[in-house]
């Protein structure tokens, strides 16, 4: 049983794009995070967020507590986009963290 | 610029041999964890420390230990590394407490052979 599911597990989209990555949880939270991954390995925090929509440049995400669910967007897609992007669900305790198994992006030029 | 150093990129090891990876980060932060990553698994907790010389157990802490005899420095040692050890490892720091970021390593792609 996966605490965190992630949709799709893999993408493939032409540059300028507008790409939704989904993750729904099953466990309380006292945050979600995404992380981006890229070739090579180093992993990057993107956002921590508990509640409505955070945004960065380009990227948005948000959370809707209710139904357990939160979205990683990316407006106008670049190939430098191409990445793993991991949502990790963090409980109660500073330890205690349910990561999705990634999705795998590529953006074509 | 903050910064959590793993100390080997890739490392190929043979069975039976102790592999010591090492983790260093430069941000005062109390919280250390080592996780392993493998395709369809996602990353997953082998043990993690929140003092000097504390650690817990993570998901998956048989055939490792760790070491922390100091706040910057969170080394796990594989004490006789075997073939379904072959993995990613990251390491990663933060402060304390809930809903703090997370700063992850470049990650050790280890190989036993």
């Known amino acids: 049983k996966n605490e965190v599911e992630q949709s799709p597990q893999n993408l493939t989209a032409q540059e300028g794009e507008f790409i939704t990555i989904n993750c729904s949880y099953s466990v309380g939270i006292s945050a979600l995070h995404w992380l981006q991954q890229h070739p090579g390995g180093g992993i990057v925090s993107l956002f921590m967020l508990s509640s409505g929509k955070k945004k960065h440049g380009r990227l948005i995400a948000t959370i809707n507590i209710q139904e357990k669910h939160s979205s990683l967007h990316i407006t106008a897609s670049h190939p430098r986009d191409s990445a793993v992007y991991i949502c990790?669900?963090?409980?109660?305790?500073?330890?205690?963290?349910?990561f999705g198994t990634g999705t795998s992006l590529t953006v074509i030029p | 610029d903050v910064k959590v150093t793993q100390s080997s990129r890739y490392l190929v090891k043979r069975t039976g041999e102790k592999v010591f990876l090492e983790c260093v980060q430069d941000?005062?932060?109390?919280?250390m964890f080592w996780y392993r990553q493998d395709p369809g698994l996602g990353l997953r907790l082998i043990y993690f420390s929140y003092d000097v010389k504390m650690k817990e157990k993570g998901d998956i802490p048989e055939g490792y230990s760790v070491s922390r005899e100091k706040k910057e420095r969170f080394s796990l040692i594989l004490e006789s590394a075997s073939t379904n050890q072959t993995s990613m490892y990251l390491c990663a720091s933060s402060f304390e407490g809930v809903n703090t970021e997370a700063f992850f390593g470049q990650g050790t792609r280890l190989t036993v052979v």
């Open positions: 990790a669900a963090e409980g109660y305790t500073g330890n205690q963290f349910y």
């Open positions: 941000m005062d932060h109390e919280n």
